[in-house]
C-alpha cells in the first residue's frame, strides 16, 4: 500500500466581531439585540511540494465601506509570512466564493493560480497541467 502525502494546515484568524446585531443575521430580527458574532479566516494547505491559499480575507477599509466594522488582527498575507508562506510569490489560491471577505486581499498573491476555469482576460487564471475542470465558469 503506498503512503498518502502528508499536509500541514494552518487556520489563521484575521479578524474577529465579538457581537453583531440579531437583525443583520436573521431575517425579522431585532437589530437591537446583540448576539454572538464572527470570527474571519483565511486557511494554508502545505504539502506534496505545493502550498495553497484558501480565501484571502479582507481589509478594514473594505469591511468598513461595506458598512461592516470588525476588529482586526493581522492581513492574512502578514500572518502567513510568520509561517514561512510567501504570499507575493508562492502559494495557488483557492477562492470558496467571491465575497469581499474571502477575496479582499488577492492582489496580496499576484503569482498564485487561481485552479478554477475563469475568463481568459485575467492572466492568473493560467491553465495547470494538474487542475481538474470546475463546472460553471465566472460571471462577466
Partial sequence: MSKL???????????KQDKRAEGHVFLGG???????????????LRG??????????????????????YDFICRPSEALAKIGIDAASEPDVILTHAHFDH???????????LPYPGRGDDPRHRPRHDARPV???LPP
Fill in 5 to 15: 502525502p502528508e499536509y500541514e494546515i494552518y487556520a489563521i484568524r484575521y479578524a
Fill in 30 to 44: 431585532d437589530r437591537n439585540k446583540m448576539i454572538q458574532g464572527l470570527d474571519f479566516f483565511t486557511y494554508a
Fill in 48 to 69: 506534496g511540494g505545493r502550498t495553497w491559499i484558501v480565501d484571502t480575507g479582507m481589509t478594514a477599509r473594505q469591511s468598513e465601506r461595506m458598512g461592516r466594522k
Fill in 103 to 113: 477575496v479582499g486581499t488577492l492582489e496580496d498573491y499576484p503569482e498564485g493560480a
Fill in 135 to 137: 463546472p460553471g465558469r
